[in-house]
């Protein structure tokens, strides 16, 4: 077994995740629950001697009729988005987050390295699902749909703050 897929075995052992281990092709695969879906399929493939990819599948194949329409969908997501990025086959439907961390040539990653690139997938799913699922089967418009999301991520992060004094008194 290699460093890295020895390193990517040790840290999902760490978290008491079920996954099966391909060593001759040198990738692990597992499901996951999420909120907007009952479970996804992840792929984590090593990359030669540099690093590893983290693919999440999301469970539903777009159908032909919608593909146009998902691809507008996760570009508008995409954009702006630092680690990572969503993938649409338009071949056979197939919606993915990809993650690739590069660690460098005889590197292992850090516990907390390889957490983030693991829950990327998960969490971009998880911020982005309702939407797709909106696009998917509810006719949504997909500017619409990627601009509400943004919309309500903005209220959550920075909601406006009174200040106060010790003891939570409001000052004025």
């Known amino acids: ?12 052992d760490s978290q008491n995740w079920n996954y099966s281990l391909d060593e001759e092709k040198n990738y ?9 879906v009952e479970s996804c399929t992840i792929y984590a493939q090593e990359r030669g001697e540099d690093g590893f990819t983290v693919y999440t ?13 998902v691809a507008m969908f996760l570009t508008r997501a995409n ?6 990025n969503f993938e649409l086959d338009f071949d056979d439907g197939e919606i993915r987050f990809k993650v690739t961390t590069i660690c460098g040539e005889g590197n292992i990653l850090p516990p907390d390295v390889m957490e983030r690139t ?6 971009m799913f998880d911020r982005y699902g309702e939407g797709l699922l909106s696009v998917l089967y509810g006719n949504a418009a997909p500017i619409e ?5 943004e919309r309500r991520d903005d209220d959550e992060s920075d909601p406006p703050v009174a200040p106060t004094a010790p003891g939570g008194t409001l000052l004025s």
């Open 28 to 36: 692990l695969t597992m499901r996951m629950g999420l909120r907007s």
């Open 79 to 84: 954009y702006g988005l630092i680690l990572g």
């Open 145 to 149: 749909a990627v601009d509400a999301i």
């Open 1 to 12: 077994m290699t460093k890295h897929l020895n390193a990517i075995r040790e840290y999902c």
């Open 118 to 123: 693991f829950d990327m997938g998960f969490c």
């Open 57 to 69: 599948v999301f469970p539903i194949k777009v159908p032909e009729g919608k593909r146009d329409a």
